[in-house]
């Protein structure tokens, strides 16, 4: 999947929630609860450890405006925030992209271990 086919990709611009200079954030389509982002580099690049520096501080700088902008319009109890880099990690999109998750208290019977579940009996410990 290149530029041409990728969907993360020239992003349709009522899509676009935030943005900078190097990425920009939008609603998952897949939403793993309400207000769940995406932030991604418009550059097409396909993992966190392939972005550079700059790439990677304009990331952060989204993940913290993206927290501003879920605060005031989901009011969440807390976050999860991730990066999937390759394919057995879970990766799908080969673009990179940072999940702000928001969470809620109840939303989990137990939610202790949190990204931990990745490998679900890892998860508590």
């Known amino acids: 999947m290149g530029p041409l086919t990728c969907p993360f990709c020239n992003p349709p611009v009522e899509e676009v929630v935030l943005q900078n200079g190097l990425c920009y954030a939008r609603y998952d389509k897949f939403p793993a609860s309400p207000g769940h982002l ?26 913290r405006g993206a927290k501003h902008l879920l605060d005031g319009r989901f009011h969440p109890d807390g976050y999860n925030v991730g990066v999937n880099v390759g394919a057995a990690a879970g990766q799908t999109v080969m673009h990179l992209h940072v999940h702000v998750i928001p969470r809620y208290a109840g939303d989990v019977e137990d939610p202790r271990g949190g990204v931990r579940g990745a490998i679900p009996e890892k998860r508590r410990y």
């Open 38 to 63: 995406l932030i991604i580099p418009f550059r097409h690049v396909a993992g966190l450890f392939d972005a550079t520096d700059e790439e990677q501080a304009a990331l952060l700088a989204l993940v």
